[in-house]
T-cell receptor, first 111, second 114 residues
């Protein structure tokens, strides 16, 4: 069965520090991969996506993610976190017809 | 403005009283989907539609129905709601096809079933 794992339920970082959020998926082929962000009380906004090709993809708000086929991972990174990045982050995979989301990582940013 | 709209945004109802949550998009998207979001469980896909008159079950379809009679609309129907369907519901849409499926999400509908 397909699944998406975000092993970190909650992460706290200081403003200006770097950030990495982990995502692993279980699927027989290479799916389409996405990261979404959900601010408190809001809907979901697409941060970035991977379909094929270059394994390092850039997104909005200074985020990037790297696809590693050998590790079935698609980790999200940001070199310097801003207070406004505090939110919940979801990794998602699309398998050709269905979407599977991880359980999310809640990010707290300390001033 | 390109958007996905959902109505109502908030709904409190009683067990067994049929309800419909509407979803509409103005982007001519083929793919539409419904999710429920529960604490600690992330988003789980209820139903999806690849195009008009084409719908299929997601991971958690029990207790829900959908229809896709027009491209822009994808209502979610709870024929006999139960308390375990209390949740935050999101509708989403995207283009379909190669290198597509970037979903746009609606604002959410918070449903409470007592």
């Amino acid at each position: 069965a397909q699944s998406v794992t975000q092993p970190d339920i909650h992460i706290t970082v200081s403003e200006g520090a770097s950030l990495e959020l982990r995502c692993n998926y279980s699927y027989g082929a290479t799916p389409y991969l996405f990261w979404y962000v959900q601010s408190p009380g809001q809907g979901l906004q697409l941060l970035l996506k991977y379909f094929s090709g270059d394994t390092l993809v850039q997104g909005i708000k200074g985020f990037e993610a790297e696809f590693k086929r050998s590790q079935s991972s698609f980790n999200l990174r940001k070199p310097s976190v801003h207070w406004s990045d505090a939110a919940e982050y979801f990794c998602a995979v699309f398998t050709g017809n269905q979407f599977y989301f991880g359980t999310g990582t809640s990010l707290t940013v300390i001033p | 403005e390109a958007q996905v709209t959902q109505n109502p945004r908030y709904l409190i109802t009683v067990t067994g009283k049929k309800l419909t949550v509407t979803c509409s998009q103005n982007m001519n998207h083929e793919y539409m989907s419904w999710y429920r979001q529960d604490p600690g469980l992330g988003l789980r896909q209820i139903y999806y539609s690849m195009n008009v008159e084409v719908t299929d079950k997601g991971d958690v379809p029990e207790g829900y129905k959908v229809s896709r009679k027009e491209k822009r609309n994808f209502p979610l129907i709870l024929e006999s709601p139960s308390p375990n369907q209390t949740s935050l519901y999101f509708c989403a849409s995207s283009l379909a096809g190669r290198f597509s499926y970037e979903q746009y999400f609606g604002p959410g509908t918070r449903l409470t079933v007592t």
